[in-house]
């Protein structure tokens, strides 16, 4: 007991004398030695790592999880999870709770009214993209916020560690550098004995051992941070990767969506344009463009994109066939469409009574329908 106590007034003291150390650099009062300039630029720039890291992965959640509270409980859930070396099971997202309640209300209007059939539809899409989202969500934690949030947790703590360390050895060394000025103009003075000097320039020699050493530990776990932006690159090539699969994704069902409603419009002897049977898809063109709202926007882009297709059906009709490119991948859902792949070259033309939404493309000894919204005519 009494050597804890002689070890706890040990380190109080050593705790004090750096404090005044310290407090005299500030005041102007004591020497300070200065680290070397290329440790500097390593701290400066760890620091800013370290900073613009924190802000990428609070936005980067906020992205992904939008609403605060959500948020909040997502984390707490997955640090009782993790606590307790479990799987996190995967969360219902917006989109499919949106679809399913779609399928609820379906079934109390009756599956069998345009109304039911609809909600149908539209809530199976709504899952469908929900759980585009949901991978999303899954893909990004793994390979983006997960290592982003291992560098702070990790690395950076055992680097602000070696660096408080290498501050408390450089306050010992300039204290050591005070000592020894002070023993020499006592000794000048006649008021110490040589002894005293050289009790100083050991401990001095120490210190500045010592201090090398933490320098030389912080400079080479500092110079990992080029080793930690190759590595948040990787991830943040394939957090980019995610996106686009998802926004592919999303795309895709979204033009499922839209040719199901068209069918469903047809089906019930209504023209394209009427909402009260099956409402009318605004997004044709979305991955070129930003959505607007009010039915002024919505009218406008309905009006653009049948003026869009009147174009294209007007120009096959006067000059039989043309090349058009595709613009985006397409997979053939019968055997009445055609695959194509984006950037690829096909020809195409058009036949009497044929749905305006449609193309006839061939590639080789392959035909099929293709969307017109996929293609591009060339002149």
Not at 104 to 126: H, M
Not at 127 to 141: C, F, I, P, Q, V
Not at 218 to 242: K, M, P, V, Y
Request: charged share 25%; proline share 4%.
């Amino acid at each position: 007991m009494d050597f804890n106590v002689k070890k706890l007034a040990s380190g109080a003291g050593v705790f004090f004398t750096r404090a005044v150390q310290f407090t005299e650099e500030k005041l102007g009062q004591a020497e300070k030695t200065e680290l070397d300039p290329h440790l500097e630029n390593l701290i400066t720039r760890a620091d800013g790592t370290k900073n613009w890291t924190e802000k990428i992965l609070r936005q980067t959640e906020v992205l992904l999880q939008p609403n605060p509270i959500d948020q909040t409980g997502a984390r707490i859930e997955e640090f009782i999870y993790d606590k307790l070396d479990k799987k996190l099971p995967s969360r219902t997202t917006n989109a499919e709770l949106l679809g399913q309640y779609m399928l609820e209300a379906a079934n109390e209007f009756g599956p069998e009214t345009p109304y039911g059939s609809t909600l149908i539809t539209v809530g199976e899409y709504q899952k469908r993209l929900g759980t585009a989202e949901r991978e999303l969500l899954h893909t990004s934690a793994a390979t983006f916020l997960t290592p982003l949030r291992n560098f702070l947790e990790g690395d950076w703590r055992t680097i602000s560690k070696e660096r408080r360390l290498l501050e408390n050895r450089r306050l010992d060394l300039d204290i050591c550098k005070a000592r020894l000025k002070k023993a020499k103009q006592a000794e000048a003075k006649a008021a110490l004995l040589s002894e005293e000097v050289d009790k100083a320039e050991h401990e001095l020699r120490v210190a500045q051992t010592e201090f090398d050493r933490q320098a030389e530990v912080t400079r080479l776990l500092l110079e990992g941070i080029s080793s930690t932006h190759l590595n948040h690159l990787r991830c943040l090539q394939d957090f980019a990767e995610a996106q686009a699969t998802y926004y592919a994704q999303c795309h895709h069902y979204m033009q499922d969506l839209q040719r199901e409603l068209n069918r469903c419009a047809n089906s019930v002897g209504a023209p394209l344009s009427s909402a009260a049977a099956c409402p009318n898809p605004v997004s044709s063109a979305f991955p070129t463009g930003t959505a607007s709202s009010g039915p002024t926007a919505s009218s406008s882009t309905s009006s653009q994109r049948s003026s869009t297709l009147a174009v294209a059906q007007t120009q096959l009709s006067g000059t039989g066939t043309r090349k058009a490119k595709v613009l985006y991948d397409y997979d053939a859902h019968d055997s009445s469409e055609l695959s194509v792949l984006a950037d690829e070259l096909i020809t195409v033309y058009t036949v009497p009574g044929m749905d305006p939404d449609w193309l006839i493309g061939e590639r080789g000894n392959e035909k099929g329908k293709v969307p017109v919204t996929y293609l591009e005519l060339l002149s």
